[in-house]
């Protein structure tokens, strides 16, 4: 039982890089998130998505990116990364919008 | 400006006594609530949820309350167990596909 896998688990970036996050589920939800998480604060939203082809703007989606190509994976991607975007990323995905988000385990990301 | 606080930034407790983690929140527009639980290096889990409509909910050892008057709801675990040693968020849901997170209370379970 996969069920939402995140890749990588880890990565140090220096100001500037470019990467992708990669969120696969394995249950066919229909919707999928992307938060981060950072010390003291809840798990905030960056992007979501509710269903293939279709993304939209979350709480705080400057400086992110994502897609949704196929209905089991969301990527997230940072253009040009900077040291505020160091914080560990979730990836969560549901059957339908009044169900329980089942999460990744995340990925820790460093920005030097 | 955060919509819902956990305002216990840790709780401790003995085995076998009660938990009792507090939520508030702000938006009278959530209709649904959740409580998650969230090991080291591992995603949060769904524990319990709540809708608006009723005031008290029920699974096992975890109990969620919630006093709309108030903004608040609570979560109580009784007895508390060792593996119940964790990050516990409460989350918040207006009805427009986006969670609110509260910051977390860490629970330890003293043997």
């Known amino acids: 039982n996969a069920g939402v896998t995140q890749t990588p688990k880890f990565r140090v970036l220096k100001t500037g890089q470019s990467m992708t996050l990669l969120c696969a589920q394995d249950m066919n939800h229909e919707y999928m998130y992307w938060y981060r998480q950072d010390p003291g604060m809840g798990l905030r939203l960056i992007h979501y998505s509710v269903g293939e082809g279709t993304t939209a703007k979350g709480e705080v989606p400057d400086g992110y990116n994502v897609s949704r190509l196929k209905k089991q994976n969301f990527l997230l991607g940072l253009e040009s990364a900077a040291p505020s975007q160091t914080s560990v990323y979730f990836c969560?995905?549901?059957?339908?919008?009044?169900?329980?988000?089942?999460f990744g385990d995340g990925t820790r990301l460093s920005i030097l | 400006d955060q919509q819902v606080k956990q305002n216990s930034p840790s709780l401790s407790v003995q085995e076998g006594r009660i938990s009792i983690l507090n939520c508030d929140y702000t938006?009278?527009?959530?209709?649904?609530f959740l409580w998650y639980k969230k090991y080291p290096a591992e995603g949060p889990t769904f524990l319990i949820s709540?809708?608006?409509?009723?005031d008290k909910n029920e699974d096992g050892r975890f109990t969620v309350f919630l006093n709309k008057s108030a903004k608040h709801l609570s979560l109580h675990i009784v007895p508390s167990q060792p593996g119940d040693s964790a990050v516990y968020f409460c989350?918040?849901?207006?009805?427009?596909?986006?969670?609110?997170f509260g910051a977390g209370t860490t629970v330890t379970v003293r043997a």
């Open positions: 938006n009278s527009m959530f209709d649904y």
């Open positions: 989350a918040a849901d207006n009805n427009d596909y986006k969670l609110s």
């Open positions: 709540i809708s608006s409509i009723k």
């Open positions: 969560a995905s549901s059957y339908s919008r009044d169900q329980p988000q089942h």
